[in-house]
């Protein structure tokens, strides 16, 4: 049974930083890819950074590219995402997804696993 647990989210001012944290359960977490999604209201589900199964290549949204870093522990089966200068548009709930394969993806239909969401609000 896989699961994902955010933890982190808040609310901060603009300008201001926040850490997100997934822990995940299972024993092949170090085999995977992972990635972050974001939703806000009235909005689909958006992609937003992901990390391969070693951590050696990340890819991000345009978005917040060069503002937020992904990261991942794979002794303690977690994965972070570090967001710095925060933006009002990037309120949203957050989410964490885990893929079957190594491989990095940008898609929400190429992620089986997701976790229940951690909201992010930046005051303006």
């Known amino acids: 049974q896989v699961q994902l647990v955010e933890s982190g989210g808040g609310l901060v001012q603009a300008g201001g930083s926040l850490r997100l944290s997934c822990a995940a359960s299972g024993r092949t977490f170090s085999t995977v890819a992972m990635g972050w999604f974001r939703q806000a209201p009235g909005k689909e589900r958006e992609f937003v950074a992901a990390i391969s199964w070693s951590g050696g290549s990340t890819s991000y949204a345009d978005s917040v590219k060069g503002r937020f870093t992904i990261s991942r522990d794979n002794a303690k089966n977690t994965v972070y995402l570090q967001m710095n200068s925060l933006k009002a548009e990037d309120t949203a709930v957050y989410y964490c997804?885990?893929?079957?394969?190594?491989?990095?993806?940008?898609?929400?239909?190429?992620?089986?696993?997701w976790g229940q969401g951690t909201q992010v609000t930046v005051s303006s």
């Open positions: 997804a885990r893929r079957k394969t190594s491989g990095l993806a940008s898609t929400t239909n190429a992620y089986s696993y």
